[in-house]
């Protein structure tokens, strides 16, 4: 069995509870993730390029939150995103992606991605092509950014404070979103960086 006898004992005896946390843990999920929508909503308001047609920032409903620039368009059609979403799908508590989960490698991060197949490329050659430039075209590590363990995007990790959510929720969240604030200014400072990488994947240049 993957859990101890004693652990199955206590849920089992304990399973009205845990029932109950069940449906209290939805209502905190809609809180928290409807927050971070509006959040990452208001503050690309701010950045100087304007947002493209096909954003979606409903991240309680999809998932992910989704955008892109309107400069990056090639042809009407995107040629980079944007997304906010856990690093791994699984059955995690959505307070667990956002806080991190001990012994878990999974946590919510802000992904830099393409299809490289609509840019002519096959995985490997991709792969290479991106970490070359990230690490040695770009300054994005150096501003916090890193590639992911798949090595498609390249990513930012946004880490909440557990207690700043307690202590926070459900009307006064502001100190708790701090940590989304943060990659969000992270993202808005580095866009003359992706940009420069946007153009090195259109372009197929080394």
């Given at each position: 069995m993957k859990y101890s006898q004693d652990l199955a004992q206590l849920v089992i005896a304990n399973i009205e509870n845990h029932e109950r946390?069940?449906?209290?843990?939805?209502?905190?999920?809609?809180?928290?993730?409807?927050?971070?929508?509006?959040?990452?909503k208001d503050i690309l308001t701010q950045f100087p390029n304007p947002l493209d047609l096909d954003c979606d920032f409903d991240l309680y409903e999809n998932g992910c939150i989704d955008f892109s620039f309107t400069p990056w368009l090639v042809q009407d059609e995107r040629s980079?995103?944007?997304?906010?979403?856990?690093s791994e799908e699984n059955d995690d508590e959505w307070v667990s992606h956002l806080c991190g989960l001990n012994g878990s490698s999974n946590y919510l991060a802000l992904h830099f991605y393409t299809d490289y197949r609509m840019l002519g490329l096959k995985a490997l050659q991709f792969k290479v092509r991106l970490k070359e430039a990230l690490f040695e075209k770009t300054s994005l590590i150096e501003q916090g950014f890193k590639l992911s363990a798949d090595g498609y995007s390249v990513e930012y990790v946004i880490k909440f404070n557990h207690t700043d959510i307690?202590?926070?929720?459900?009307?006064?969240?502001?100190?708790?979103m701090l940590p989304l604030v943060a990659a969000m200014d992270a993202l808005k400072s580095a866009m003359p960086e992706f940009d420069k990488l946007q153009k090195i994947l259109i372009n197929h240049t080394s």
């Open positions: 946390a069940k449906k209290v843990l939805a209502e905190v999920n809609g809180v928290l993730l409807g927050r971070i929508s509006l959040e990452v980079v995103n944007f997304s906010v979403q856990p307690v202590e926070g929720y459900p009307h006064d969240l502001e100190k708790a």
